[in-house]
Nanobody, 124 residues
Framework: QLVESGGGLVQPGGSLRLSCAAS????????ITWFRQAPGKEREGVSC???????YYADTVKGRFTISRDNAKNTVYLQMNSLKPEDTAVYYC????????????????????WGQGTQVTVSS
């Protein structure tokens, strides 16, 4: 089971840190990806951490978002800085055993486990 938390309402330019806590399995054997879905849009990959710690980012968030993992807490984080209104979406974390192909890290069908999502709203 994956449980996201940390979403909320923030002003443009602000920051949030999302958490994805796992239960029933240990995250260090899995690749974890954050996705987001805005109203009327498809779910898109935001950032991925592979099993061996490599990280990948969508161009739209590169330099602003940072993914990290705390194995002791079995939790993955997404630090989001310099938030923009276009970052508004429901954010989901997803997991798969082992690593996806690098070219497919942002494809939803690569992942077996999903959280319920947490809303992030960037607005003044």
């Amino acid at each position: 089971q994956l449980v996201e938390s940390g979403g909320g309402l923030v002003q443009p330019g602000g920051s949030l840190r999302l958490s994805c806590a796992a239960s029933g399995f240990t995250l260090d054997s899995y690749a974890i990806t954050w996705f987001r879905q805005a109203p009327g849009k498809e779910r898109e990959g935001v950032s991925c951490m592979s099993r061996n710690g490599n990280t990948y980012y969508a161009d739209t968030v590169k330099g602003r978002f940072t993914i990290s993992r705390d194995n002791a807490k079995n939790t993955v984080y997404l630090q989001m800085n310099s938030l923009k209104p276009e970052d508004t979406a429901v954010y989901y974390c997803a997991a798969r055993l082992g690593n996806p192909l690098i070219s497919k890290w942002a494809e939803t069908r690569e992942y077996n486990y999903w959280g319920q999502g947490t809303q992030v709203t960037v607005s003044s």
